[in-house]
């Protein structure tokens, strides 16, 4: 049977092991200690990782780095609203949408003037940015 043991301290005793292992703990501790050398040569120190240890006392490195299910999704990411690709003209609306916007754009004074033959916008030169 094989349990997950987590580092986060060189010298950190190993978690409590089954009554068969105890008399062999200072050699998994050692296990332990070079293991989180290595890592922490290999990546650097506080990179999370796991190591595993069976019922016969061997100890590996399971995962180096966030486990899997605990990454975060990356704050900065930006998704597009419906509208937005829209507008883009990376999805097409449906014939009822069309419609609707073509009154929308008929409706306002300045969308109508600068509307070309098709219901979009001409293609006006931006202003400066104000900085």
């Given at each position: 049977?094989?349990?997950?043991?987590?580092?986060?301290?060189?010298f950190?005793p190993?978690?409590p092991l089954?009554p068969?292992?105890?008399?062999?703990?200072f050699?998994?501790?050692l296990?332990?200690?070079l293991l989180r050398?290595?890592v922490r040569r290999?990546?650097?120190?506080g990179?999370?990782?796991?190591?595993?240890?069976?019922a016969?006392?061997?100890v590996w490195?399971?995962?180096?780095?966030d486990?899997?299910?605990?990454?975060?999704?990356?704050?900065?990411?930006?998704?597009?609203?419906?509208?937005?690709?829209?507008?883009?003209?990376?999805?097409?609306?449906?014939?009822?949408?069309?419609a609707?916007?073509?009154?929308?754009l008929r409706?306002?004074p300045?969308?109508?003037a600068?509307a070309?033959?098709?219901?979009q916008?001409?293609?006006?030169?931006?202003?400066?940015p104000d900085?």
């Open positions: 049977m094989a349990y997950t043991l987590r580092m986060d301290s060189l950190a190993p978690p089954k068969h292992l105890r008399p062999f703990r050699w998994i501790w296990q332990l200690v050398l290595y290999l990546k650097g120190r990179t999370p990782f796991l190591t595993m240890c069976d016969r006392g061997n490195i399971a995962a180096i780095g486990a899997p299910g605990t990454v975060r999704s990356d704050p900065l990411a930006f998704t597009p609203s419906k509208a937005f690709q829209a507008v883009m003209g990376r999805i097409v609306l449906s014939p009822m949408h069309q609707f916007s073509a009154r929308v409706a306002l300045v969308a109508s600068c070309g033959s098709q219901g916008g001409a293609r006006l030169p931006l202003p400066l900085t």
